[in-house]
C-alpha cells in the first residue's frame, strides 16, 4: 500500500462547477498537508498549506484535512478553464523525516467551457 | 524574487552517461530538496541538503549524488545513466524544516527533464 493515495482521474466538469479532489493516507505521523498545481510540463506551484486538522480556505479554494479519518481534500468553487491542470496532494510528518515531501499521483482535472 | 530556478530545462543523454542538474533556491531559503517526477506519476523525493550536507534520503541508488554550495544552491548527479532515469527533475526550496516552524512550505522550480536514450 502506497503512503498516499489519490485518484488519477481524469476528472472533467463544466466551467462554474465545483470541484472536489480527495486523498487518502495511511501514515498517522503526518502533520502537514499541501495542495500543489502543476500544469503540463512544468513544476508544481503551492496552491494550500495546512497544519494538522481542520479547514483552510484562500479564495476559491478550500483545504480539509481529517485526521481521525486520514483525508484530505481540496475544494475549488467556481471553477475556470484556466483551473484545468494536474493536483497533486503532498504530505509530511514530524521528527527525523520533517521535509520529506510524500506525494499523491495527481488527479488531472479539465474544466471546459 | 526570481523564486527557484534551474537549468538546464531539458537534455538528452544515452545510457552510462552521467549527467549534472542545477538548482538555485528562493531567496531566504537554506534548503534544496530534490525529487523524480516520472510520468504519470507523483513526485519522488530523492534527498535533502542542508549547511551543505545531505540530511535525508529517499529510496535512490548511490548513482544518484548531489551538492550545496555555500549560497544554498545545489547540484544532483546523476552517474551510469539508464533508461528509467528518464523524468522530470524537480528541486523544491524551503527553510530548513522545524517541528516548532508552521510553515514548512516548500517551493519548487521548472524542473529539469531528463530524457535518457
Known amino acids: 500500500q502506497k503512503e498516499v493515495e489519490q485518484d488519477p482521474g481524469p476528472l472533467s466538469v463544466p466551467e462554474g462547477a465545483i470541484v472536489s479532489l480527495n486523498c487518502t493516507y495511511s501514515n498517522s505521523a503526518f502533520q502537514y498537508f499541501m495542495w500543489y498545481r502543476q500544469y503540463s510540463r512544468k513544476g508544481p506551484e503551492l496552491l494550500m498549506y495546512?497544519?494538522?486538522?481542520g479547514n483552510k480556505e484562500d479564495g476559491r479554494f478550500t483545504a480539509q484535512v481529517d485526521k481521525s479519518s486520514k483525508y484530505i481534500s481540496l475544494f475549488i468553487r467556481d471553477s475556470q478553464p484556466s483551473d484545468s491542470a494536474t493536483y497533486l496532494c503532498?504530505?509530511?510528518?514530524?521528527?527525523?523525516?520533517?521535509?520529506?515531501?510524500?506525494f499523491g499521483r495527481g488527479t488531472q482535472l479539465t474544466v471546459w467551457p | 524574487d526570481a523564486g527557484v530556478t534551474q537549468s538546464p530545462t531539458h537534455l538528452i543523454k544515452t545510457r552510462g552517461q552521467q549527467v549534472t542538474l542545477r538548482c538555485s533556491p528562493k531567496s531566504g531559503h537554506d534548503t534544496v530538496s530534490w525529487y523524480q517526477q516520472a510520468l504519470g506519476q507523483g513526485p519522488q523525493f530523492i534527498f535533502q541538503y542542508y549547511e551543505e550536507e545531505e540530511r535525508q534520503r529517499g529510496n535512490f541508488p548511490d548513482r544518484f549524488s548531489g551538492h550545496q554550495f555555500p549560497n544554498y544552491s545545489s547540484e544532483l548527479n546523476v552517474n551510469a545513466l539508464l533508461l528509467g532515469d528518464s523524468a522530470l527533475y524537480l528541486c523544491?526550496?524551503?527553510?530548513?524544516?522545524?517541528?516548532?516552524?508552521?510553515?514548512?512550505?516548500?517551493?519548487f522550480g521548472p524542473g529539469t527533464r531528463l530524457t535518457v536514450l
Open positions: 523544491a526550496s524551503s527553510l530548513y524544516p522545524r517541528d516548532y516552524l508552521r510553515d514548512n512550505e516548500q517551493f
Open positions: 503532498a504530505m509530511t510528518n514530524r521528527g527525523s523525516t520533517l521535509g520529506r515531501l510524500y
Open positions: 495546512t497544519y494538522s486538522s
